[in-house]
């Protein structure tokens, strides 16, 4: 077979515990892009693993060219992991994969669609996700208001299997968003998108699921940081609310002149109370969002710390090129 060699493919791969897939993971990817390219690069990215992540990559470092291994100081999510990786590969086409469930043996038909289309592929899994009922519930939800709210047409089981090109992923890396989504900023950029159905490989016996706090808080903050209407939906509910008031003083003041005996209020004065109060809470959520989200966005802090840095004894597979970096600084 003819290896391709006018052109770089980039692999990332976040880590996060997962020493016990690793070895077999790694073999295989490993496998698929030697016998599809000639220049390749594999990026481990560790999202502070406390198990034998680390221990492990290094074995693997002295058996594989190619292959790269950033450590992050402390877990800072998949997406950040993502991102690291994203800053340091050379790459002309970047491939995503997460090594509990995406198969290497579909990258090289990400990689042949994303240089057709000149944009970026994502991945939708054939089959539903192992989630609770309520994370379920959350994420259709959070899907639904993507789509209103910020105009993103994301399928409800696509994945963080991605690849992308160049010119697509230097795109994606101008938004400087704290609050990281490679498929939403992919799809917000403009470039050419498409969508690749694939199976997964459940490598893990007992699949991982995200917690409900952690995905509510990814979500508000997205939609926080990525659109205002929360804000224009506030605004507007408040004019209403506020022309309602103005009818009813002009109510209060027709009885006032006009009826002989006035009843007590109780109930309107309680009601109109409630409603204000429901209203008025409802505003000081919506701006302690934005102004938390605001503080956030203005802190001139780095999405991520790297603690180590390692590459393999061989970086090149052609000893005699010159133009792929032979080590990482």
């Known amino acids: 077979m003819t290896l391709v060699s006018n052109y770089l493919v980039s692999i990332v791969v976040p ?57 992050l100081s402390r877990s800072f999510g998949v997406e950040i992991a993502i991102s690291a990786g994203l800053d340091t590969v050379i790459g002309d086409v970047v491939v995503v994969l997460q090594p509990d469930m995406d198969p290497p043996a579909m990258i090289p038909r990400f990689v042949a669609e994303a240089r ?36 993103v047409h994301m399928p409800d089981r696509a994945t963080l299997f991605v690849a992308m090109t160049r010119q697509t992923m230097n795109a994606v890396g101008q ?99 409630a409603v204000m109060f429901v209203f008025l809470f409802a505003i000081l959520a919506v701006l302690c969002e934005y102004v938390g989200r605001l503080l956030t966005e203005t802190r001139d802090r780095p999405l991520y710390f790297v603690a180590e840095e390692r590459t393999s004894s061989v970086m090149i597979r052609d000893e005699d090129r010159r133009n792929v970096v032979s080590e990482s600084t």
């Open 116 to 151: 057709k289309t000149h944009g970026i592929v994502f991945g939708v899994r054939t089959t539903p996700r192992r989630e609770r009922a309520l994370y379920a519930l959350g994420r259709r939800l959070f899907n639904a208001s993507l789509r209103r709210l910020l105009g």
């Open 175 to 273: 938004i400087k968003d704290k609050a990281r989504a490679v498929r939403l900023f992919g799809s917000y950029v403009g470039f050419p998108h498409t969508y690749i159905e694939y199976t997964p490989t459940e490598r893990r016996g007992e699949a991982r699921m995200q917690g409900l706090r952690e995905g509510i808080e990814r979500g508000v903050g997205l939609i926080v940081t990525n659109s205002t209407q929360p804000l224009r939906l506030m605004s507007v509910l408040g004019v209403f609310l506020c022309v309602m008031n103005m009818i009813y003083v002009v109510y209060i003041v027709s009885v006032y002149f006009f009826k002989v005996h006035t009843a007590e209020g109780w109930t309107t004065l309680s009601l109109q109370h």
């Open 15 to 71: 880590l996060r515990d997962d020493a016990e897939i690793l070895r077999p993971f790694v073999e295989e990817l490993t496998r698929v892009v030697r016998g599809g390219w000639q220049n390749y690069e594999i990026v481990l990215v560790d999202d502070g693993s406390r198990d034998g992540t680390a221990a492990i990559v290094a074995e693997m470092l002295a058996r594989h060219e190619c292959l790269r291994y950033l450590r």
